[in-house]
């Protein structure tokens, strides 16, 4: 029996997926596989697997999404370019699933549907391609357009969400949302407010308000002082940071490929919780250590957007990150209002601020910096004077 395992996720793409691999790759079993990271609708998605699949396994990541990709992108405050790496960093944690499902149930082959211009595909086949099985991605090599899948969708009795008029590939998890397709794919098009799903138009919040996250070695663990498992943590942000606009972007994205994309994107959380641990580190980690982590973020953040978190890199600067939060203990409050996300309050232990020593209604023995000041410009001072 020729069996291939598909990355399912219940959307266009993925389920016209299925039969095109009968049809037009020859395989007899299809399994399909739904990782759920978080995303709406799981219950519809299996549905529609075991409806149109040979055999079908929906498998919990949530908390492993959270504890083992989540908390350490927090901690290297994880963004490239603007973007908080939410459909990036669960492209591997959901190949390696679906890896493991394949394994058990002997198939030869692994497929994903995956265009042959995002990076997704190299997400997924970075991990895949660590296996012996055979690689297959119907939609990079059949080069087949929206329009195109949705008549195939509708001739083979699948139904999609997405029409012609509404085009939108949308990806969800605990992390964030991605909204493309249509009218979006075009720079000087305004987003229309019904892609949103996720956050309140900003111009109709109404009221401020204020919390406060707790952190303890630069995980989050508490809001409003109330202790929260990983995942509810994530979601009570993400509807806290939505109901007044907080974290929608709109950016153009250089993709892996070299191509530049029109990105959108809602992250509530993610916008409250890189802010408030940046703001954080800022009160805990000394000038030097800032410096150098901010140098290893970006090359942080480039690893996992290109989906390389096996690259041993990786897990060398997932080693540093460690050790830097140490200290990165204590809260941060924040003011949400109108699509903005605002740092007004910071306090930890282990702060290496001191009010003595800073504030200018203290005493203190300032005439000690003279010596400092006579021999901080020297060489420039000498520069100077030799040219005259």
Same mark, same amino acid.
């Given at each position: 029996m020729k069996k291939v395992v598909l990355a399912y996720s219940g959307g266009l793409d993925t389920s016209v997926c299925v039969p095109l691999l009968r049809e037009r790759?020859?395989?007899?079993?299809?399994?399909?596989?739904?990782?759920?990271?978080?995303?709406?609708?799981?219950?519809?998605?299996?549905?529609?697997?075991?409806?149109?699949?040979?055999?079908?396994?929906?498998?919990?990541?949530?908390?492993?999404?959270?504890?083992?990709?989540?908390?350490?992108?927090?901690k290297a405050n994880g963004c490239y370019e603007g973007y908080v790496l939410g459909t990036a960093i669960a492209r591997p944690l959901i190949a390696k699933k679906v890896v493991e499902v394949a394994e058990r149930v002997g198939a030869s082959a692994l497929a994903h549907g995956c265009t042959g211009k995002g990076n997704d595909q190299l997400r997924f086949e970075a991990v895949f391609r660590l296996t012996d099985m055979e690689v297959v991605a119907p939609m990079r090599e059949l080069n087949l357009t929206r329009e195109w899948e949705i008549e195939y969708a509708r001739?083979?009795?699948?139904?999609?969400?997405?029409?012609?008029?509404? *085009?939108?590939?949308? &990806?969800? @998890?605990?992390?964030?949302? !991605?909204?493309?397709?249509? #009218?979006?794919?075009?720079?000087?098009?305004?987003?229309?407010?019904?892609?949103?799903?996720w956050t309140?138009?900003?111009?109709?919040?109404?009221?401020?308000?204020?919390?406060?996250?707790?952190?303890?070695?630069?995980?989050?663990?508490?809001?409003?002082?109330?202790?929260?498992?990983p995942v509810k943590l994530v979601q009570t942000l993400n509807e806290i940071g939505g109901r007044h606009g907080v974290g929608r972007t709109d950016m153009m994205e250089d993709r892996v490929l070299g191509l530049k994309a029109r990105e959108n994107y809602e992250h509530p959380a993610a916008t409250i919780l890189l802010k408030a641990h940046r703001d954080l580190e800022s009160l805990t980690l000394t000038y030097?250590?800032?410096?150098?982590?901010?140098?290893?973020?970006?090359?942080?953040?480039?690893?996992?957007?290109?989906?390389?978190?096996?690259? *041993?890199?990786?897990? &060398?600067? @997932?080693?540093?990150?460690? !050790?830097?939060?140490?200290? #990165?203990?204590?809260?941060?409050?924040?003011?949400?209002?109108?699509?903005?996300c605002r740092v007004v309050a910071r306090h930890s232990p282990h702060a290496l601020y001191s009010k003595d020593m800073v504030s200018f209604d203290t005493g203190g023995e300032p005439w000690h910096a003279e010596g400092f000041s006579v021999f901080h410009s020297l060489q420039s001072r000498i520069a100077r004077r030799r040219e005259g």
């Amino acid at each position: 029996m020729k069996k291939v395992v598909l990355a399912y996720s219940g959307g266009l793409d993925t389920s016209v997926c299925v039969p095109l691999l009968r049809e037009r790759y020859g395989f007899d079993h299809v399994v399909t596989v739904v990782v759920d990271v978080g995303q709406p609708d799981v219950d519809m998605a299996e549905r529609k697997a075991r409806a149109i699949a040979d055999e079908h396994y929906t498998v919990d990541a949530k908390r492993e999404f959270v504890e083992d990709y989540l908390f350490p992108l927090i901690k290297a405050n994880g963004c490239y370019e603007g973007y908080v790496l939410g459909t990036a960093i669960a492209r591997p944690l959901i190949a390696k699933k679906v890896v493991e499902v394949a394994e058990r149930v002997g198939a030869s082959a692994l497929a994903h549907g995956c265009t042959g211009k995002g990076n997704d595909q190299l997400r997924f086949e970075a991990v895949f391609r660590l296996t012996d099985m055979e690689v297959v991605a119907p939609m990079r090599e059949l080069n087949l357009t929206r329009e195109w899948e949705i008549e195939y969708a509708r001739e083979h009795g699948i139904p999609v969400p997405a029409t012609k008029e509404k *085009p939108w590939s949308i &990806d969800e @998890n605990l992390w964030s949302r !991605s909204i493309e397709g249509g #009218v979006l794919e075009e720079p000087e098009s305004v987003p229309p407010e019904e892609i949103y799903g996720w956050t309140l138009d900003p111009t109709r919040d109404e009221h401020p308000e204020e919390i406060t996250v707790s952190f303890e070695r630069g995980v989050p663990t508490e809001v409003e002082g109330k202790r929260l498992e990983p995942v509810k943590l994530v979601q009570t942000l993400n509807e806290i940071g939505g109901r007044h606009g907080v974290g929608r972007t709109d950016m153009m994205e250089d993709r892996v490929l070299g191509l530049k994309a029109r990105e959108n994107y809602e992250h509530p959380a993610a916008t409250i919780l890189l802010k408030a641990h940046r703001d954080l580190e800022s009160l805990t980690l000394t000038y030097r250590q800032l410096q150098l982590k901010r140098v290893l973020e970006q090359q942080w953040a480039e690893l996992a957007y290109f989906g390389l978190v096996d690259e *041993p890199l990786f897990e &060398d600067l @997932n080693a540093f990150m460690d !050790s830097t939060q140490r200290y #990165v203990s204590g809260w941060v409050r924040l003011r949400l209002y109108a699509g903005s996300c605002r740092v007004v309050a910071r306090h930890s232990p282990h702060a290496l601020y001191s009010k003595d020593m800073v504030s200018f209604d203290t005493g203190g023995e300032p005439w000690h910096a003279e010596g400092f000041s006579v021999f901080h410009s020297l060489q420039s001072r000498i520069a100077r004077r030799r040219e005259g």
